[in-house]
Antibody, heavy 117, light 112 residues
Framework: EVQLVESGGGLAQPGGSLRLSCAAS????????MHWVRQVPGKGPVWVSR????????TYADSVKGRFTISRDNAKNTLYLQMNSLRAEDTAIYFC??????????WGQGTLVTVSS | DIVMTQSPLSLPVTPGEPASISCKSS???????????STWYVQKPGQSPQLLIY???SRASGVPDRFSGSGSGTDFTLKISKVEAEDVGIYYC?????????FGQGTKLEIK
């Protein structure tokens, strides 16, 4: 069974940093693109970033480009999102997702990030 | 960015009756490999979005056959043949053709 478990969320100050992790199990992690998607409670999901199977190709939404960095450790079956220069508008639940829009599309339960002074 | 527009935004349905949700994209979702990259999710209260339909009409593993997807180009439809109480939730379409992947506004299905 596929499991994606996010961690690392919490309260950060504007301008601060957080590092999210997503522990993956139940599938061959190194064979799939992985994504981060965020959702403000009560609003629709918004795609944030993606990374290819070996970590050599990354793509970002314009709203986070230059501030967020996606990475992965295939030996540890873990996906990361380093978030710097955080803004109030980054407040959301962050989900990691496997194979977005594909047959094995699956999302974790999410971790809440709150940016506030 | 590709804009995804759903209708209706609210959908009250009597159990046992059919339901239909429309999604229109601002440009064709036809990939060069011949696949059309529209996707449907349902998000139930307190849960993350769950895949229902991928590549426009392929049902995800474990999804009941009362759910079906259709469409082409820029027009897509999710149909539920006979709504059940457990189908309550918010339904989202998404395009996976190009980044940034974008979602529709969501359609809230409720039971009458």
């Amino acid at each position: 069974e596929v499991q994606l478990v996010e961690s690392g969320g919490g309260l950060a100050q504007p301008g601060g940093s957080l590092r999210l992790s997503c522990a993956a199990s139940g599938f061959t992690f190194s064979r799939y693109w992985m994504h981060w998607v965020r959702q403000v409670p009560g609003k629709g999901p918004v795609w944030v970033s993606r990374i290819n199977e070996d970590g050599t190709t990354t793509t970002y939404a314009d709203s986070v480009k230059g501030r967020f960095t996606i990475s992965r450790d295939n030996a540890k079956n873990t996906l990361y999102l380093q978030m710097n220069s955080l803004r109030a508008e980054d407040t959301a639940i962050y989900f990691c997702a496997l194979d977005l829009s594909g047959a094995r599309d699956c999302w974790g339960q999410g971790t809440l990030v709150t940016v506030s002074s | 960015d590709i804009v995804m527009t759903q209708s209706p935004l609210s959908l009250p349905v009597t159990p046992g009756e059919p339901a239909s949700i429309s999604c229109k994209s601002s440009q064709s979702l036809l990939h060069s490999n011949g696949n059309t990259r529209s996707t449907w999710y349902v998000q139930k209260p307190g849960q993350s979005p769950q895949l229902l339909i991928y590549l426009t009409s392929s049902r995800a593993s474990g999804v009941p056959d009362r759910f079906s997807g259709s469409g082409s180009g820029t027009d897509f439809t999710l149909k539920i043949s006979k709504v059940e109480a457990e189908d309550v939730g918010i339904y989202y379409c998404m395009q996976g053709l190009q980044t940034p992947y974008t979602f529709g506004q969501g359609t809230k299905l409720e039971i009458k």
